[in-house]
């Protein structure tokens, strides 16, 4: 069975940075693409990254220049380098892994990070 534990979540002021962290337990990480989503209070949950295992990255527009996904295959694990946060960045933010074979999806249990004043 696949698990995902997340650490790294947040306080920080705008313009700050956090560093999110997800270990992958169970499976061989080879067969997974991994990434990260996010849910604002009130709103759906969105795509932040995902980083396949040959390390090719896709980012949503409005984290683009400012977020950096990165995977280390030989831990089994992914990380998330946010920088120059801003106040809609606040979100829960889940760790995510796909199988590129069955397309059978995992989650994180959620990390907070709040960017405020």
């Known amino acids: 069975q696949v698990r995902l534990v997340e650490s790294g979540g947040g306080l920080v002021q705008p313009g700050g940075s956090l560093r999110l962290s997800c270990s992958l337990s169970?499976?061989?990480?080879?067969?997974?693409?991994l990434g990260w989503y996010r849910q604002p209070a009130g709103s759906q949950r969105e795509l932040v990254a995902t980083i396949q295992y040959t390390h090719a990255t896709n980012y949503a527009d409005s984290i683009k220049g400012r977020f950096t996904i990165s995977r280390d295959n030989a831990r089994s694990t992914v990380a998330l380098q946010m920088n120059s946060l801003k106040l809609d960045d606040t979100a829960i933010y889940y760790c995510?892994?796909?199988?590129?074979?069955?397309?059978?999806?995992?989650w994180g249990q959620g990390t907070q990070v709040t960017v405020s004043t």
């Open positions: 169970g499976n061989i990480i080879s067969t997974y693409i």
């Open positions: 995510y892994a796909r199988n590129r074979y069955t397309g059978l999806e995992h």
